[in-house]
């Protein structure tokens, strides 16, 4: 009997030990498992991504009243019932559209660009409005001489001539010959539209043609394409030569991006600039060639004259408009630094084509294009 009650005691003696145990496990459940970058404090992070807000008034000890609908700790009246509207009052014609360049583009869209600047109020000083009108209305007179277009298309004319001669040599050269005669259809169609007077200006719609029908067959080698670029080649020389057109359908004008695709002219831009800053680095060697540095320049002026044409992608944009004007201007002043025969202000010319070539590729990427 004696040793039964004592039994009973030390049971009773465990139950509170056992009750304090299993209040312990159950107050250790569900442990969260974050990471020591998830438990920075919720102040800390907003010290760290949003602008400091007022501290309340000390003075104020009037209690919220508790109809107020909250939002963590700010009242829900404070939001507009239609911001987007509120946002547009008062200048319903300025937009500014922030794309966020990381956001996954839709499927078989472009990404959007970082950040888009839509102004269709009152433009700033230099800020082209209308660009299509700008675009279609390019003083081609201004940007080149029809005598140095004329001499680009002769250069263009030679290297072909050497390229075209066999199919081996075709084969060899195919990125030359395309480049080569996409620059051909640039200038032809340039000077299709250019005021000046040249014996074969009339059929210059036709070499802006048959030059775009030799570089869509150097997409390819073998005696097929080679036979076809041979052709029309041929069939250049004898209008440029002037002889008889061949009866082709070519429209006085097209869309000059259908027929100069912009990577093949940013190719030519480079290598032409490439020429400038290599070959054309003394006082000496400014002096020795005048005439091939104001043809370098002003094929690239009439290239950045191409590419702001309403045609191509992103001439809309008055952020490239203003790109493509100052890459203009800066080999027109090339030119005249030669006229001038100042070697130093051509320096600071070709400086601003760097520069300006720098700029807006920092913005717009075109392929392998830049300098």
């Not at 030390?10 to 312990?24: D, G, R, W």
């Not at 309340?56 to 508790?66: F, G, I, L, M």
């Not at 019932?81 to 078989?108: F, H, M, Y």
């Not at 970082?114 to 082209?128: D, F, K, M, Q, R």
Request: net charge negative.
């Amino acid at each position: 009997m004696t040793l039964l009650i004592q039994r009973r005691l030390q049971t009773y003696k465990t139950v509170p030990v056992t009750v304090i145990l299993l209040l312990v496990i159950a107050g250790c459940g569900d442990v969260p498992t974050t990471s020591p970058v998830d438990q920075t404090p919720a102040s800390a992070l907003q010290s760290a991504t949003d602008p400091p807000t007022a501290l309340p008034d000390a003075a104020s000890t009037e209690s919220p009243d508790p109809r107020t609908k909250w939002v963590g700790e700010i009242p829900y009246d404070v939001f507009f019932d239609k911001p987007l509207e509120v946002a547009t009052e008062g200048n319903p014609t300025d937009v500014v559209r922030l794309d966020i360049g990381s956001q996954a583009p839709e499927s078989g869209s472009e990404a959007p660009p970082v950040v888009e600047l839509v102004h269709s109020g009152n433009a700033p000083a230099g800020t082209p409005t209308d660009v299509a009108t700008a675009a279609s209305s390019t003083d081609w007179q201004r940007l080149a001489s029809i005598d140095v277009l004329n001499e680009e298309v002769k250069q263009l004319r030679n290297r072909l001539t050497v390229n075209l001669r066999t199919v081996a040599t075709y084969n060899r050269n195919l990125d030359a010959v395309a480049n080569d005669s996409v620059m051909l259809a640039g200038v032809a169609a340039v000077i299709s539209t250019h005021p000046g007077s040249l014996s074969w200006r009339p059929h210059a719609n036709i070499v802006r043609d048959l030059a775009a029908k030799v570089a869509a067959e150097a997409t390819e080698s073998g005696r097929e394409h080679y036979a076809e670029a041979q052709l029309a080649f041929e069939q250049i020389v004898t209008i440029l030569n002037g002889g008889a057109a061949p009866e082709i359908k070519a429209p006085e004008s097209i869309p000059f991006s259908d027929v100069a695709d912009r990577s093949e002219l940013m190719k030519r831009t480079k290598r032409s600039f490439d020429w400038l800053k290599a070959e054309v680095n003394t006082q000496e060697r400014f002096a020795e060639m005048p005439e091939h540095i104001v043809r370098e320049a002003t094929i690239l002026a009439v290239i950045g004259g191409l590419i702001s044409t309403e045609s191509y992608d992103s001439a809309d944009e008055p952020q490239y408009q203003q790109f493509a004007r100052e890459f203009i201007e800066a080999n027109l002043a090339i030119t005249t630094a030669v006229e001038a025969t100042n070697f130093e202000q051509f320096t600071i010319a070709r400086d601003r084509v760097q520069n300006s070539c720098a700029t807006c590729h920092g913005e717009y990427a075109f392929g392998d294009e830049g300098l």
